[in-house]
DNA sequence: AGAATGATCCTCT
DNA sequence: GAGGATCATTCTC
C-alpha cells in the first residue's frame, strides 16, 4: 500500500464534465495490486452527461445498475459489458447529477509485463488501447465500482513533470447508437495508443 | 481495409 | 428475453 500520495483531489472532478474531460487528458492511471504497480498515461476519453444525454447511462433514469454515477465526484464508475468486458468511468460534477468521463485509452508508463500477462499481448501499443483493453492491463472489475479514487489502489495523477501540454483533438462518440451528434471523445492527436478506428484512420496513398 | 461474427453475462423490461 | 459505451478473429472485397 504504498500510496496515492500525488493523487488528484476531488476538486479535480467537481467540475463540468467536459472540462474534466479535456484536463485528464495526460494524466496518470495508477493500479496496484498484489501483482504490482502498473501505470498508463490517458490518451483517449469520452464525456457522458445528464439524464438528457441519450448515450448516457442515465438516460433512462436512475436504477441499481447506474446509482454510483448519481454519486458524489471522484467515484469509479465501473460497468460490465458484452458478457465480457468492463469499463471504466471518472464520475464528476455535484452530488445527485449523473455524469462520468469513459477512459478510452493509455500509453503504457509502468508494469508493462504486468499486463503483458494480464493482457496475453505484448506489444505496448495493444495493452490498453481501448476501453476493455484497458481495465483487463489493469485488473479492473466491479469490485471497484464505487471505489473513490483520490486513494488506492486506483487512483490518477497529474501529468508528470515536464511534460508538454498534449494537442487534443475531439470528434463523435464510440460504439454508441444515439447521442452521436454530441462530439464528445477527446484524445491525443497522432498517439499510437489511441483505439483503433475513427480516430487512428490513416491516410492512405 | 472494411464487414461479419462469436464469445458471454449483467441489467432492465 | 433482448441488448449492450467491446475485442479478436475470420471473412470478403
Not at 157 to 178: H, K, Y
Not at 184 to 192: E, K, S, T, V
Amino acid at each position: 500500500m504504498a500510496g496515492a500520495r500525488r493523487a488528484l483531489p476531488r476538486a479535480f472532478y467537481h467540475r463540468s464534465t467536459l472540462e474534466v474531460a479535456r484536463h485528464v487528458l495526460g494524466c496518470v492511471l495508477v493500479s496496484e495490486s498484489t501483482e504490482g504497480r502498473v501505470a498508463g498515461r490517458i490518451v483517449e476519453v469520452e464525456a457522458y452527461r445528464g439524464e438528457d444525454d441519450p448515450a448516457c447511462h442515465a438516460a433512462a433514469g436512475r436504477t441499481a445498475r447506474n446509482q454510483v454515477l448519481y454519486g458524489p465526484p471522484g467515484l469509479a464508475y465501473v460497468y460490465f459489458t458484452y458478457g465480457m468486458h468492463h469499463c471504466l468511468n471518472l464520475v464528476t460534477e455535484r452530488d445527485g447529477f449523473p455524469a462520468a468521463v469513459l477512459i478510452r485509452a493509455l500509453e503504457p508508463l509502468e508494469g508493462l509485463e504486468i499486463m503483458a500477462r494480464r493482457r496475453g499481448v505484448r506489444a505496448p501499443e495493444r495493452l490498453a488501447s481501448g476501453p476493455g483493453r484497458l481495465t483487463q492491463a489493469l485488473g479492473v472489475d466491479l469490485r471497484l465500482n464505487g471505489h473513490d479514487l483520490t486513494r488506492a489502489p486506483l487512483w490518477l495523477e497529474p501529468p508528470p513533470a515536464g511534460s508538454r501540454r498534449p494537442r487534443v483533438e475531439r470528434g463523435p462518440r464510440v460504439g454508441i447508437r444515439v447521442g452521436r451528434e454530441r462530439p464528445w471523445r477527446f484524445f491525443l492527436a497522432g498517439n499510437a495508443c489511441v483505439s483503433p478506428g475513427r480516430a487512428r484512420r490513416r491516410v492512405s496513398s
